[in-house]
């Protein structure tokens, strides 16, 4: 819910990725919170059994399950020992951090200006869940020791009309969808992301906006003299736009080059999608900042899906036995609480939800995400929004460089550079 927030906040967040989250706090119990509304009732009991078991099995498979990928994927000649290990235990955390639910706890940052605060706060006190409203009282408390006055208002009668308007949105929406509700299942068949709408013409809308800056005329006469050009003349535009990213020089790499972003004309195509995504990968795409997003509430609904190395294992067995337990627990929260059973469930399972971005963010996403340290599972989704985007406007995406190899060993070439830039330092 924090990082939701869009504008004015920066979150930093602790990886679940590649590091262990098997100790335990000091009072005994392992990294996962307790939602208030259950503590000191019956199911209290079912839950902390549920995460448990999901933990143990977390831990439990930490040692073999290394092993296990040590011998899957041998040390290659191009690796040292110490590539080889880190490497290898990057993997074996990914791979088991499907066991992890959204309990898990961690830690995160934030810098800010005063007026997103202020919203984020507002936001945060009208959440139906208990923990999050306390997180609104704890975060206002702390900022109005340095800067009261931009934290006053959500204590206020306008700050509470905000949130009960957030709060009648939502009872608005359940209505609403009650009422026309049709559903019927869809089966995605590792169809990840399924592009749904997009802007028409984009070609002439982001040379438009490109050149607009220079013209002392009206956009829209602009609009209609680029209209008017050809298919080979509008190519070359972009050709021209394209190759300035990599100033003159084919030899420039690639991870260099997707740092000098495609021109601001870009953000006037648009293109939505839904999409599929187990939990944990949800939680890195969904950190994108500029596009439209909503999500549905976290589900087991959908299945879960794993890694291959997982699925062919004799571990398999483990998960499955982990996640019944965390489904059956989900289904009796669901009843009390449809937003306190999403605390249960493990990232493992797939989550949907929908973006609405624009080109030049699928250029950034496309060559961000796709890159060799990136998680198989969203490197798949990410590669997907680029694929349907350039089937439908192929000049606007000629120039993103999406990594298309695969990389099973996400660490790998990383883990080797890290080695190389140490050993450089030590000379």
């Given at each position: 819910?924090?990082?939701?927030?869009?504008?004015?906040?920066?979150p930093?967040?602790k990886?679940?990725?590649?590091?262990?989250?098997?100790a335990k706090?000091?009072?005994?119990?392992?990294q996962?919170?307790?939602?208030?509304?259950?503590?000191?009732?019956s199911?209290?009991k079912?839950y902390?059994?549920?995460?448990?078991?999901?933990f143990?099995?977390?831990?439990?498979l930490m040692?073999?399950?290394l092993e296990?990928?040590?011998?899957?994927?041998?040390?290659?000649v191009?690796e040292?020992?110490v590539s080889?290990?880190?490497?290898?235990?990057?993997?074996?955390f990914d791979?088991?951090?499907?066991?992890?639910?959204?309990?898990?706890?961690?830690?995160?940052?934030?810098?800010?200006?005063?007026?997103?605060?202020e919203?984020?706060?507002?936001?945060?006190?009208?959440?139906?869940l208990?923990?999050i409203?306390?997180w609104?009282?704890?975060i206002?408390?702390?900022l109005?020791?340095?800067?009261?006055?931009f934290?006053?208002?959500?204590?206020?009668?306008?700050?509470a009309r905000?949130?009960?308007?957030?709060?009648?949105?939502?009872?608005?929406?359940?209505d609403?969808?009650k009422?026309?509700?049709?559903e019927?299942?869809?089966?995605?068949?590792?169809?990840?992301?399924?592009?749904l709408h997009?802007?028409?013409l984009?070609?002439?809308?982001?040379i438009?906006?490109?050149?607009?800056?220079?013209?002392q005329?009206?956009?829209e006469?602009?609009?209609k003299?680029?209209?008017?050009?050809?298919?080979?003349k509008k190519k070359?535009?972009?050709?021209?736009?394209?190759?300035?990213?990599?100033?003159?020089s084919?030899?420039?790499?690639r991870?260099?080059?997707?740092?000098?972003k495609?021109?601001?004309c870009f953000?006037?195509?648009?293109?939505?999608?839904?999409?599929?995504?187990?939990?944990?990968?949800?939680?890195?795409?969904?950190?994108?900042r500029?596009l439209t997003?909503?999500r549905?509430?976290?589900t087991?609904?959908?299945?879960?899906d794993?890694?291959?190395?997982v699925?062919q294992?004799?571990?398999?067995?483990?998960?499955?036995?982990?996640f019944a337990?965390?489904?059956?627990?989900?289904k009796?929260?669901?009843k009390?609480?449809?937003?306190?059973?999403?605390?249960?469930?493990p990232?493992?399972?797939?989550?949907?939800?929908?973006?609405?971005?624009?080109?030049?963010?699928i250029?950034?996403?496309?060559?961000l995400?796709?890159?060799?340290?990136?998680?198989?599972?969203?490197?798949k989704?990410?590669?997907q929004i680029?694929?349907?985007?350039?089937?439908?406007?192929?000049?606007?995406?000629?120039?993103?460089m999406v990594?298309?190899?695969?990389?099973?060993?996400a660490r790998?070439e990383s883990?080797?550079?890290i080695?190389?830039?140490?050993?450089?330092?030590?000379k």
């Open positions: 819910e924090i990082q939701a927030k869009r504008v004015g906040l920066s930093l967040e990886s679940s990725r590649y590091v262990s989250f098997a706090m000091p009072n005994g119990q392992y996962y919170a307790i939602p208030g509304e259950i503590k000191g009732q199911i209290e079912e902390r059994a549920a995460m448990d078991l999901l143990d099995t977390y831990v439990n040692d073999p399950y296990y990928i040590k011998s899957k994927y041998s040390q290659g191009d040292t020992p080889f290990q880190s490497s290898r235990s990057a993997k074996r791979d088991i951090r499907d066991l992890l639910p959204f309990a898990t706890r961690t830690n995160l940052a934030l810098y800010g200006n005063g007026r997103a605060f919203d984020l706060i507002n936001r945060m006190a009208a959440h139906p208990g923990e409203r306390w609104a009282k704890m206002c408390e702390e109005e020791k340095v800067v009261p006055s934290v006053r208002r959500p204590k206020t009668e306008r700050g905000v949130q009960i308007y957030r709060n009648n949105l939502r009872s608005l929406k359940q609403i969808f009422d026309i509700n049709k019927t299942k869809f089966d995605f068949k590792g169809q990840w992301a399924k592009l997009f802007t028409p984009a070609e002439d809308k982001i438009s906006a490109f050149l607009s800056s220079e013209s005329g009206p956009l006469s602009l609009h003299n680029i209209s008017k050009l050809s298919a080979k070359e535009i972009f050709d021209e736009i394209l190759t300035a990213r990599k100033m003159g084919l030899d420039i790499p991870q260099e080059v997707r740092f000098r495609v021109p601001r953000e006037n195509a648009h293109y939505t999608y839904e999409l599929w995504a187990r939990g944990g990968d949800y939680r890195d795409l969904h950190r994108h500029l997003q909503e549905q509430l976290f087991t609904d959908w299945g879960f794993l890694e291959p190395e699925k294992s004799k571990f398999f067995t483990d998960f499955e036995k982990a337990s965390a489904v059956k627990i989900y009796r929260l669901y009390l609480n449809p937003y306190l059973a999403q605390y249960v469930v990232y493992g399972f797939l989550q949907h939800w929908y973006i609405t971005i624009s080109a030049r963010e250029y950034w996403i496309g060559e995400r796709t890159g060799p340290q990136g998680r198989p599972h969203y490197r989704i990410s590669q680029v694929a349907q985007a350039q089937k439908i406007d192929p000049l606007v995406f000629s120039g993103v990594d298309w190899n695969d990389y099973t060993l790998r883990e080797k550079k080695e190389q830039k140490l050993k450089e330092i030590k």
